[in-house]
């Protein structure tokens, strides 16, 4: 069973980068599409990018400019970083595993498990 | 962007009852929605993926229909277990998005 645990520092200064690690476990990382998600204090969730096994990437525009997800298939393990954060970056993130399927010629898909989730407060 | 409006944002019943919540979509989404449930402090949990398609494991008083821009997830037979939050979720074009979500609670 395919399980997913995000790490990281919990307190980021504002303006610095944000870095976040999920380690994949029950599973080998390198066939399947991995994304990040986040959730602000009394909001919905934000789909924030994915990155595949293999490193293509695809970044939510909203973040684009701030954004890199990485993959070290070594570790099992991918990686966020969000630069220049604000309070406005405060969230709870979260990483998920995508799996996708076909169904009557077309593809859909969906997230799947996901992590506990990790709480990082941008705050000086 | 495809913008996903849940509604209602919360909602009271009891052991027992049956609840609908409904997921509309800005535009069509063919059957590219999912269903997800949420518990304080826990992973979200998938439930329903393909609009329509029970996730393995899951008690099939959960039951998902709809397509293009409207949806909805009903719950038979509440249980216990069932009060916590649902939300909805687009797959049909990147950006990928959210409903607001549901709060289920015990009345």
């Known amino acids: 069973q395919v399980q997913l645990q995000e790490s990281g520092p919990g307190l980021v200064k504002p303006s610095e980068t944000l870095s976040l690690t999920c380690t994949v476990s029950g599973g080998s990382i390198s066939s399947y599409y991995w994304s990040w998600i986040r959730q602000p204090p009394g909001k919905g969730m934000e789909w924030i990018g994915y990155i595949y096994g293999r490193g293509s990437t695809n970044y939510n525009p909203s973040l684009k400019s701030r954004v890199t997800i990485s993959i070290d298939t070594s570790k099992n393990q991918f990686s966020l970083k969000l630069n220049s954060v604000t309070a406005a970056d405060t969230a709870v993130y979260y990483c998920?595993?995508?799996?996708?399927?076909?169904?009557?010629?077309?593809?859909?898909?969906?997230?799947?498990?996901w992590g506990q989730g990790t709480l990082v407060t941008v705050f000086s | 962007d495809i913008q996903m409006t849940q509604s209602p944002s919360s909602l009271s019943a009891s052991v027992g009852d049956r609840v609908t919540i409904t997921c509309r979509a800005s535009?069509?989404?063919?059957?590219?929605l999912n269903w997800y449930l949420q518990r304080p402090g826990k992973a979200p949990k998938l439930l329903i993926y393909?609009?329509?398609s029970l996730q393995t494991g899951v008690p099939s008083r959960f039951s998902g229909s709809g397509s293009g821009t409207d949806f909805s997830l009903t719950i038979s037979n509440l249980q216990p277990e069932d009060f916590a939050t649902y939300f909805c979720q687009q797959s049909y074009t990147t950006p990928y998005s959210f409903g607001q979500g549901t709060k289920l609670e015990i009345k």
């Open positions: 998920a595993r995508v799996v996708g399927s076909y169904d009557s010629g077309r593809y859909t898909n969906w997230f799947d498990p």
């Open positions: 393909a609009a329509s």
């Open positions: 535009q069509s989404i063919n059957s590219n």
